[in-house]
């Protein structure tokens, strides 16, 4: 067992215990400043933001906590959201971020509708006009509650100082708890610089609000039958798992049930890679055995994951033959997509121990050596040509087989989305949990380099590298020069293969090698980020390769590693849309 | 993949499209109800009716809304509501499960009435309340099922409806056990409870 695994349990605690409630008598302040004391009282040291007309006050308010609350100044709002989120996701604490009103809340838009999808805590913080002006159209007034309505977990206006310290209390207490999700706090300058008398107490509960369901003892008992007679049981994992803290309680329920398990995307960090019984990724670009033999197994066991159609493929072609169990703590995920037998409504954190009390110690050896039957014919016709390739081109897959070598996956790997994206999150060595950030629902391009940023924010002890296309890298390029201005080490691997390579790859399978608007004309890189003052290297031979990783590992701050990439270098075995998982291919069909 | 049409319609409609009247109970926020009719809109459900009021208990709002769908979407429909963090309860009902109403409005020319004892007649056949006479119009009144109202849509028609407006549905369950009220005695009276210092 690996050590690391152990400690995320006191991760999401840590943020409310460290914090005595500040200042403990009464005190008189204005809105902005209560802002900030809220923001202190629920452990918050560190906010990505950009400031503004309306959040102005709120800005004023932070100099006088600078010893207390660290900013960073982003070069965009969506790099300050990106950032908050890598910082969630390796942290697990909330995120926080701050924007001014108009187009600063509405440049905001995409991180909220990212870390929605993904389940990512955050707390986000926008100016608006004063109340009196609110539905007149006045300067940067823009209806931010009804924008992200549809992509928060809460949201909430405040028009009066008052109700500061209670919403910001709710507002971390919704971000974090049950599903995690993000919140928009939107504050009226005229709340900003009002004067109320501050005390803050957490919130507790919310009657309207459950967010840890019951859990069913009859379907515990249901589900560990089904488990126990299980022939070909087959476990996958989620990012669940992740948000529950429950890595230690999956292991335990992974062993004794000695059940091979699958992981979706964020759900890549649930089980160390290389344990026995961890078969691999599931999905379009997942593992061939981890795939095929979901249509295989007779009893399924869905932990804290969600189904996506990146995951089933056809669902009239999903797992027809199998019971499904389905252990998940938001109770709108049940039966949303796939018909389930037994539901376990519930954190995994309580439900897996009490399952693994009630199943037996079982192996099914016969059964994980159908899957490793399965990966050879993977590795001869997949990984062995992405790992070694026979063409002088460089190949995505040895960059990351390289630098998993070096790293010996002690390293938090970050991903923007595109081939590079399915390369890493196939490939990437990962030894501890909350190592692998990707933008897995949304697959929003953009996402990595800012995420990076906040995950060496949050994790300043650990290596974290980013993998990004040339496509993505430039859709938040500017957040280089945050990182030069924090100095924060990130090791940029830029996967350059001169193209939208996913939307490529699908040009070339499925459109008849019509290659519209992919290609890319690009900047120099190396001079690029120079000019941002950032020191970097590219590579066009791999004889090159292993002294330029090992440079840019051992460099003290912030990298920029460029490899040129085959450009016809696909991404495989593949799942076609509207092929059944079982489909899955391992090469280009005539 | 172009030229293959994918089949993303996997909510398959067993039973067929039915009326469902939904009913939530919620805190009482700003903005709720356009939660709630997102949720509608983004599955492209659409709402026969909506009627939203203050319930039995102070400071819980009901929303009844009837739709013409299928049970699976309908219930995910629910799941999605009752996930929103200001909603307290949601429930769905067939049309068995519940007593509805609706209350529609009719105005007419009195001179219709004058000239023959047709409406009259209709008003009566149809247990129709008349609440106001002008000299111009006369206003009509009938509480019942939609089908109801229509019919006396219908028939008025005849002689030059000058108005016509009808209510949303109201609801109670026909089931002895009282879900929610239950629900609520359990789940206390404090909207928000804040940790002591
Ligand atoms: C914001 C956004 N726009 C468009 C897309 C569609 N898209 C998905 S992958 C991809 C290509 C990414 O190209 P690049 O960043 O160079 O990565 P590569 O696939 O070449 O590794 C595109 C355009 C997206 N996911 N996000
Ligand atoms: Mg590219």
């Known amino acids: 067992m690996n050590p690391v695994f152990h400690n995320s349990a006191t991760m ?9 409630i500040y200042p403990s008598e009464k005190v008189r302040v204005t809105g902005a400043e209560a802002i900030m004391l809220s923001l202190i009282n629920e452990g918050v040291d560190t906010i990505f933001g950009y400031p503004g007309g309306a959040i102005m006050p709120a800005y004023d308010a932070l100099m006088n906590y600078s010893d207390k609350l660290k900013h960073i100044l982003t070069r965009h709002e969506q790099g300050a959201i990106h950032a908050a989120e890598g910082y969630a996701r390796v942290t697990g604490r909330v995120g926080v971020c701050m924007a001014t009103s108009g187009p600063g809340a509405t440049n905001l838009i995409t991180g909220i509708t990212n870390a929605m999808m993904d389940s990512t805590p955050l707390v986000c913080i926008t100016g608006q006009v004063a109340a009196g002006l609110l539905g007149t159209d006045a300067f ?18 405040i028009t009066k100082p008052e109700e500061i310290p209670s919403i910001m209390a709710q507002a971390f207490y919704i971000a974090k708890t049950g599903r995690p999700g993000p919140v928009v706090i939107d504050v009226a300058k005229n709340a900003q610089f009002g004067m109320l008398d501050y ?14 369901p019951r859990i069913s003892l009859d379907n515990l008992k249901a589900a560990s039958s089904l488990i126990n007679k299980a022939k070909r049981p087959y476990i996958l994992a989620g990012q669940g798992i992740l948000l529950g803290n429950a890595e230690q309680e999956f292991l335990d329920f992974v062993e004794k049930s000695g059940v091979p398990v699958g992981w979706t995307i964020l759900g890549s960090c649930a089980l160390p890679k290389d344990h026995p019984q961890n078969i691999g990724m ?10 095929i033999l979901t249509n295989e197994c007779d009893v399924l066991i869905a932990v804290g994951m969600r189904f996506d159609d990146r995951v089933t493929g056809d669902l009239n072609r999903y797992a027809k033959q199998a019971k499904i169990i389905h252990l998940e703590i938001d109770k709108a995920e049940i039966n949303k997509i796939v018909k389930v037998d037994v539901p376990l409504l519930g954190d995994v954190k309580y439900t897996l121990p009490l399952l693994t009390k009630l199943i037996e110690k079982r192996s099914h050896a016969k059964w994980i050596n159908r899957f490793k039957e399965l990966d050879k014919i993977e590795y001869e016709k997949v990984i062995k040509r992405d790992f ?5 081109g460089l190949t995505m897959g040895e960059v990351i087989h390289r630098i998993n070598e070096k790293t010996q996956g002690d390293a938090i790997i970050v991903t923007d989305v595109g081939q590079h994206q399915m390369f890493a999150s196939r490939y990437a060595k990962l030894n501890s949990t909350r190592s692998f950030v990707t933008s ?3 697959g929003t391009m953009g996402f990595g380099l800012p995420a990076a940023h906040g995950a060496k924010i949050g994790k300043p002890e650990k290596q974290v590298i980013l993998f990004v296309g040339d496509g993505g890298f430039q859709m938040t390029i500017q957040e280089l020069s945050t990182i030069n201005q924090t100095r924060a080490a990130v090791k940029i691997v830029l996967l350059n293969n ?5 939307v490529r790859q699908w040009q070339q399978l499925f459109f008849d090698k019509r290659y519209s608007e992919t290609y890319l004309l690009n900047p120099d890189f190396i001079k690029v980020a120079e000019g941002f003052g950032i020191k970097g290297k590219k590579v066009i031979e791999r004889p090159m390769l292993d002294a330029a990783i090992q440079e840019m590992l051992d460099y003290e701050g912030p990298y920029l590693l460029e490899v040129s990439i085959e450009k016809e270098d696909n991404v495989f075995p593949m799942v076609p849309t509207g092929a059944s998982v079982s489909e899955i291919i391992l090469e280009q069909q005539k | 993949m172009a030229k293959k049409t994918i089949n993303i319609e996997n909510g398959n409609c067993t039973g067929g499209k039915k009326t469902y009247t939904i009913s939530a109970f919620s805190e009482n926020h700003i903005g709720l109800l356009n939660r709630i009719t997102i949720i509608f809109t983004r599955r492209q459900v659409n709402i026969d009716s909506l009627t939203v009021s203050g319930s039995a208990l102070p400071g819980i709002h009901k929303f009844t809304i009837v739709v013409h769908d299928c049970l699976e979407k309908v219930q995910k429909v629910v799941e999605q509501i009752e996930k929103l963090v200001e909603v307290l309860k949601a429930f769905y009902h067939t049309e068995e499960e519940v007593i509805h109403q609706e209350i529609a409005l009719y105005k007419v020319p009195t001179k219709a009435l004058l000239v023959s004892n047709k409406v009259e007649e209709t008003i009566r056949k149809h247990s129709a309340r008349i609440l106001e006479v002008r000299p111009e119009y006369t206003v009509i009144e009938l509480t019942g099922h939609k089908e109801e109202t229509q019919e006396l849509f219908d028939e008025l028609s005849k002689y030059g409806l000058l108005q016509f407006t009808r209510s949303g549905r109201i609801a109670v369950t026909r089931s ?10 359990e789940i206390g009276k404090e909207t928000v409870e804040y940790e002591k210092n």
């Not at chain 1, 999401?12 to 005595?20: R, S």
């Not at chain 1, 005390?199 to 840890?212: D, G, I, V």
């Not at chain 1, 599931?282 to 795939?291: D, E, I, P, T």
């Not at chain 1, 070694?388 to 002088?392: G, Q």
Request: some cysteine; aromatic content about 12%.
């Open chain 1, 440 to 442: 897995g629902g949304l």
């Open chain 1, 12 to 20: 999401k605690t840590k943020q409310d215990k460290n914090a005595k």
């Open chain 1, 388 to 392: 070694f390739p026979d063409k002088p």
């Open chain 2, 176 to 185: 002895s056990k009282e879900v929610f009220t239950n629900y609520m005695k």
């Open chain 1, 199 to 212: 005390e803050y107490h957490k919130c507790k509960k919310m009657r309207s609000y459950a967010p840890e």
């Open chain 1, 140 to 157: 940067q007034e823009t209806d931010v509650i009804g924008i992200t309505m549809p992509v928060t977990k809460w949201n909430f206006l």
């Open chain 1, 282 to 291: 599931l999905g379009m670009h997942g593992n061939y055995s981890a795939n």
């Open chain 1, 498 to 502: 001169k193209y939208l390579g996913m």
